[in-house]
């Protein structure tokens, strides 16, 4: 989509006009007829008048949500159209949510049509029209586009199929972005997993054909104000492995690399924004499968950190590949700031949370709220979930260190959170934070700017807290 901020004097024609309609007078001259319709002031009412060639679309609160999803259902009315420029006439109150204008308007146009015979055809110009430019809001328009572009281009990753993109895909993807912003990018096999005894993750990846991948890409600035480690769930497929996962659980585990993908799309984001702050990227990549090579439950792996694991179920393979991972991190990069890894690691939290949530776990009550406050500034939704004395007793285990699952059905996200805290050290309690993005990460039914399948979750919410450290 191409996007543009003109100037009331000098905007020129096109074809349609969108208008955002937050009160009555919004309707203008055509009032009565849109009455007449039962148009109403509702978030979500969005309606196309043929012969005035404009789009009306609601919006009841000038919040982001509220007004992401107003504009996103009027561009894809306009989609649905055979014109191809639309504009937006924005006063004042909507252009200090421009960015909500922006990001609404690419992630509600997405769409996912790799494996489709037919394409959609050219794509619609937006004219946001304003009384005066302004530099601020060019800026916002120009970082705008470079978030929402990654959120689009995490989707695709997502969205794409796990016989197309394995964890050796991962790894081409995170070469290919090395070499266009000029990262460093190490990428390692199973040989260097076992020789560095990760045998936590090496194990999880152990019956795919497909070579797991440990992914660490660099992003350097000069002068960097702070230094983050971002570490990413990259099942590229969870098929449970031996604890096979019932058909009906198993669709849709395509997504299970959706943390490893936000975190390859949240660096190439910082860096093409030149931001001052240093950002690694890990991904786990990983695909967790059955046959005879398969482990299993029963067995006891030791990860990086030398503690041991017993494996009651195989299919709680994600912190198994995390805990490595962030061993690996801990071990190799130097004094950071803050550690976040980003996973959809727990069923549980889903069904705790909802479908829209993520849950944000660590040890710092003061970094928890900083996480919180950063998601809801980039327009997802997160929140808290607490840590406590006697859900960490259920990860014990009779024969070693600490059991991959819990010993009761309650509370799964948090002893999923809290098994990672097992391979965070002692000096890095306080700089981890652990985001749970099972709920969101794929939608089954679109919802707001969402269409079906991946949501790009975690991008908009690690770029909004590294901005705070910028
Ligand atoms: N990848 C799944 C979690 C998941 C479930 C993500 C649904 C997205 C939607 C994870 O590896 C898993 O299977 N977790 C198990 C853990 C259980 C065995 C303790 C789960 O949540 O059922
Ligand atoms: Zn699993
Ligand atoms: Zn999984």
């Given at each position: 989509m191409k996007i543009k901020i003109l100037e009331l004097t000098k905007s020129k024609e096109s074809d349609l006009e969108i208008i955002l309609v937050?009160?009555?007078?919004?309707?203008?001259?055509n009032r009565e007829l849109l009455e007449s319709l039962e148009f109403k002031i509702k978030d979500e009412a969005t309606i196309f008048l043929p012969e005035s060639k404009k789009i009306y679309s609601a919006f009841e609160e000038f919040t982001y949500d509220s007004i992401a999803i107003a504009i996103s259902n009027a561009v894809k009315k306009a989609t649905t159209t055979k014109f191809k420029s639309a504009k937006v006439q924005i006063n004042s109150k909507l252009e200090e949510n421009f960015k909500a204008l922006v990001e609404g308007a690419i992630l509600g146009s997405y769409k996912f049509e790799t494996y489709k015979s037919e394409k959609s055809k050219s794509e619609l110009e937006l004219n946001f029209i304003v009384e005066q430019k302004s530099s601020k809001l060019k800026d916002i328009l120009d970082e705008s586009i470079i978030i929402a572009n990654s959120v689009n281009s995490a989707r695709d990753m997502v969205n794409t199929t796990p016989q197309d993109f394995t964890p050796k895909s991962f790894a081409k993807e995170a070469e290919s972005l090395a070499k266009e912003f000029d990262l460093e990018c190490e990428v390692f096999g199973e040989k260097y997993l076992e020789k560095q005894k990760m045998m936590s993750m090496h194990s999880v990846g152990r019956a795919s054909v497909h070579e797991s991948q440990l992914i660490h890409l660099k992003y350097k600035p000069k002068k960097a104000k702070a230094k983050i480690v971002l570490v990413g769930k990259?099942?590229?497929?969870?098929?449970?492995?031996?604890s096979l996962k019932p058909a009906d659980f198993m669709?849709?585990?395509?997504?299970?690399?959706s943390g490893g993908v936000a975190v390859l799309n949240t660096i190439k984001t910082i860096a093409s924004l030149k931001l001052p702050v240093e950002v690694h990227a890990i991904i786990g990549a990983v695909e967790n499968m059955i046959g005879g090579n398969a482990y299993k439950p029963d067995d006891v792996l030791r990860a990086k950190n030398g503690k041991t694991i017993e494996v009651r179920n195989t299919d709680a393979e994600g912190r198994l590949v995390l805990a490595d991972c962030l061993c690996y991190a801990q071990d190799e990069i130097k004094d950071f700031d803050y550690i976040f890894d980003f996973a959809t690691l727990t069923g549980a939290c889903v069904v705790g949370l909802g479908e829209y949530t993520t849950g944000i776990m660590g040890n710092s009550e003061e970094l928890k709220q900083r996480a919180l406050e950063a998601c809801q500034n980039s327009g997802e939704y997160a929140t808290k979930l607490d840590f406590n004395r006697y859900l960490k007793k259920c990860i014990k285990s009779e024969i070693a260190d600490v059991c991959n699952i819990s010993n009761t059905r309650y509370g799964g996200a948090i002893t999923a959170g809290m098994f990672l805290d097992n391979f965070i050290y002692d000096e890095n309690k306080n700089k981890w934070i652990h985001f749970d993005i099972a709920g969101p990460a794929f939608v089954e039914k679109a919802w707001g700017y969402n269409?079906?399948?991946?949501?790009?979750?975690g991008v908009r919410m690690a770029v909004e807290f590294i901005k705070t450290l910028a």
């Open positions: 937050n009160n009555i007078e919004d309707l203008g001259k990259g099942l590229t497929y969870d098929s449970g492995g031996l669709i849709t585990m395509k997504a299970d690399k269409p079906y399948g991946a949501s790009g979750t």
